[in-house]
């Protein structure tokens, strides 16, 4: 049974990611290609993602937001995450996603990053969301600028560059 649906996009619905889907989380970062630029490794099994979700389902119940599970509107296709993640060390909040390759190249980075920018500042009226993308990863770096996110500068993280994007709510609501 599907947990209640957090919010949609056009093309898009955001529900709550649960230990319940480790296996399709495994499958998805089984990629090598899709964790590429992430300085994430594969899980090592089922039970390792289990509980992985299981540590960032306390974080959403007490932030009240995180990484969502994105599905085909039209279809009910499962095709990665999206979501916000707050970084207790920092105080920041920031946007990322995944999805499987056969879904990139169709939009649906843009539509799911867009999708919850908004509902970032208008659900969650939070003041500022961040961003990380590795410079070579320049189609995340395209989708984050199409979504008036806003270079801030440039970092080492997971062994490379990666550039930091904001974007403030009052810009965005602009």
């Not at 709550?16 to 099994?45: C, H, K, Q, W």
């Not at 208008?122 to 993308?133: C, F, G, M, S, T």
Request: with cysteine; aromatic share 14%.
């Amino acid at each position: 049974m599907q947990p209640d649906l957090i919010f949609a996009s056009e093309r898009l619905a955001f529900y709550p990611i649960t230990e319940d889907d480790a296996a399709i989380m495994v499958d998805l970062n089984s990629d090598p290609e899709v964790i590429r630029y992430t300085g994430d490794s594969a899980f090592e099994s089922v039970e390792a993602a289990r509980l992985f979700f299981r540590e960032r389902v306390a974080q959403y119940t007490r932030v009240g937001y995180g990484r969502w599970k994105v599905y085909l509107r039209d279809s009910g296709e499962f095709i990665g995450w999206c979501g916000l993640k707050f970084h207790d060390e920092e105080g920041i909040t920031d946007v990322g996603y995944r999805f499987f390759q056969r879904y990139w190249g169709n939009g649906y980075g843009s539509e799911a990053c867009a999708a919850t920018l908004r509902y970032g500042f208008v659900a969650l009226n939070l003041p500022e969301i961040y961003a990380h993308a590795r410079v070579e990863n320049i189609a995340s770096c395209r989708i984050l600028e199409k979504c008036g996110m806003q270079y801030q500068k440039t970092i080492q993280e997971c062994g490379g560059d990666a550039r930091v994007y904001k974007l403030l709510r009052s810009d965005f609501m602009a």
